[in-house]
């Protein structure tokens, strides 16, 4: 499917490479489910959402406020133009009742 020579783009990481030594929050849910008698085997497959390069709380918000420096800008210019057309459009039809 697809192919014609272009690369994937994009490399998932192996979860093996993540040890869940490191990550705290990972270690308490493995704790909580033991002492109830369950593993979730699949765990290590959350592991990069808690990793702070990818997957922070923080991070995910940054990235979600990012565009914010030329969206606002941009989307204040919109208005005005929109705004300033209307007024333009409204003197041209007040224009021709007159006549």
Do not use: C
Not at 16 to 38: I, S, T
Not at 75 to 80: G, M, N, Q, S, V
């Amino acid at each position: 499917m697809g192919g014609h020579g272009h690369g994937h783009g994009m490399e998932i990481p192996s979860p093996d490479r993540y040890n869940l030594e490191n990550y705290p929050a990972l270690n308490k849910y493995r704790e909580r489910l033991a002492r109830e008698g369950l593993k979730d085997p699949w765990l290590r497959n959350d592991a990069w959402r808690y990793t702070p390069k990818l997957g922070t709380k923080a991070h995910r918000v940054s990235l979600l406020l990012r565009g914010w420096k030329l969206g606002v800008p941009a989307f204040l210019i919109t208005i005005a133009a929109e705004k300033l057309l209307q007024m333009v459009k409204k003197d041209d039809q007040d224009g021709d009742k007159h006549h």
